[in-house]
Structure formats: C-alpha cells, structure tokens
C-alpha cells in the first residue's frame, strides 16, 4: 500500500530565508508524486508534480522539488519565503489513473 | 488551466435532512471524479471513486447509502449526504482526474463546508 510521511506537523520560518518541507513516500512502483498547497477554508492548489525525467521539478510561486528514489523522498524548497507562502502544504503520491494518497500536512508559518 | 468549481461554498443543515454537493469540471472532461472528506487541521480522506456513467467505488469504511454519488456527465458529479448527523460537519472537496502529454493530475475543487445542526 502506498503511504505519505510529511514529518513536520508546523514549520516556522522567517521571511526572506529558505524553506524545505520534507516528504517520504513509500510505493511499490514508480511514483507520480505532487505538492499541494491549501490556504484556510480553501481547495488545494498544485504546485508542482513529477512524473519522471529530470528529478528536480519547478513549480509555481518559486517552489522546486527534488525527487530522490534511493531515499524516497520528494522534498519541497523556496529559496526566499514570503509572508504570503503562509499556508498547508501536503505531498501526495500516485500513478496513473489511480487515486492520490496524501501525507497529514505540513503547516507553514512565516514570521517578520 | 483546468477549472473545478463545487456549488455550495458551504451549507448549514438540519440534522436528517438531506444536502447534495455538486461538482463540476468548467472546461475539460473528466471521466474520473474524486471525493474527499477533510476535518480540521487533517489530511484529505478519499472517501470514493467515481467514474461517469457507471457506480461510484467506495473506500473501506464509508457508508455508500449515507454519501450517495452520482456521475452523470463528464463535467459533474454530485455527492448526497443523506439523514446528515452531526458528526458529517465537515470539508468536502471534489477533484476531477485530466489525462495528457503523458501526465495525469487532479484538479481540485475550492471544497464545500458542511454544518449539521
């Protein structure tokens, strides 16, 4: 079965320095892996998703991830946070056709 | 972009009534809808599969007579909540499935908030 390990229940984090949200995944195929971002009372947004080739994917909103199999993981990186990035951030992992299974959330917040 | 709209935002009910969500991809076809359950500060449940123009696929554990789900077009799907109770309060979001250039994502709906009172 596939299964999300988001390890950071809350990040905090001060604007304008870096950000890495962490994301293990354990899949017995290759994975389609996604980071989502939700704002309160809201649906999520994607923000970036690899499928396969190049392992460091771009997203939007200055985000990047980069797929590392030999550690199954999918980390997500913001070279330079800003207040408005203040939201949660949930990996999830799929392929094909199949239904998305997602880690419990990382909650970010940004301080001044 | 794919667009998914979810009509109510929210919803207050009374408990045994009956409330339906719907969900709609505006500009793509989806063959594949998804409906999850969310509860504060939680991760998305998957609470089914649906497929257009056929039965919905329930997860262990979720009542099918209690959240009934019809697709009936490759642009909605609604999800009922029958006799609702007050423990069914909760975030409901739709996602509908787009296939293409060897990708495949879900675009998700803004999410319905339904109170049972």
């Known amino acids: 079965a596939q299964s999300v390990t988001q390890p950071d229940i809350h990040i905090t984090v001060s604007e304008g320095a870096s950000l890495e949200l962490r994301c293990n995944y354990s899949?017995?195929?290759?994975?389609?892996l996604f980071w989502y971002v939700q704002s309160p009372g809201q649906g999520l947004q994607l923000l970036l998703k690899?499928?396969?080739?190049?392992?460091l994917v771009q997203g939007i909103k200055g985000f990047e991830a980069e797929f590392k199999r030999s550690q199954s993981s999918f980390n997500l990186r913001k070279p330079s946070v800003h207040w408005s990035d203040a939201a949660e951030y949930f990996c999830?992992?799929?392929?094909?056709?199949?239904?998305?299974?997602f880690g419990k959330g990382t909650m970010l917040l940004v301080s001044p | 972009g794919a667009v998914v709209s979810q009509h109510p935002s929210w919803v207050i009910c009374k408990s045994g009534t009956s409330v339906k969500i719907e969900c709609r991809s505006l500009?793509?076809?989806?063959?594949?809808m998804f409906w999850y359950r969310q509860f504060p500060k939680q991760s998305l449940m998957l609470m089914a599969t649906?497929?257009?123009?056929?039965?919905?696929?329930?997860e262990q554990g979720v009542e099918k007579d209690k959240f009934l789900i019809n697709h009936a077009s490759l642009t909605l799907s609604t999800l009922t909540v029958t006799s609702a109770h007050p423990e069914d309060s909760s975030f409901y979001i739709c996602?509908?499935?787009?296939?293409?250039?060897?990708?495949?994502?879900?675009?998700f709906g803004p999410g319905t908030r339904l109170t049972v009172t």
């Open positions: 996602s509908a499935g787009s296939a293409g250039g060897g990708s495949y994502e879900q675009y």
């Open positions: 899949y017995g195929a290759t994975p389609y």
């Open positions: 690899y499928f396969s080739g190049d392992t």
């Open positions: 999830a992992v799929g392929s094909g056709y199949s239904t998305l299974t």
């Open positions: 500009d793509f076809q989806a063959t594949t």
């Open positions: 649906s497929n257009e123009g056929s039965k919905a696929t329930y």
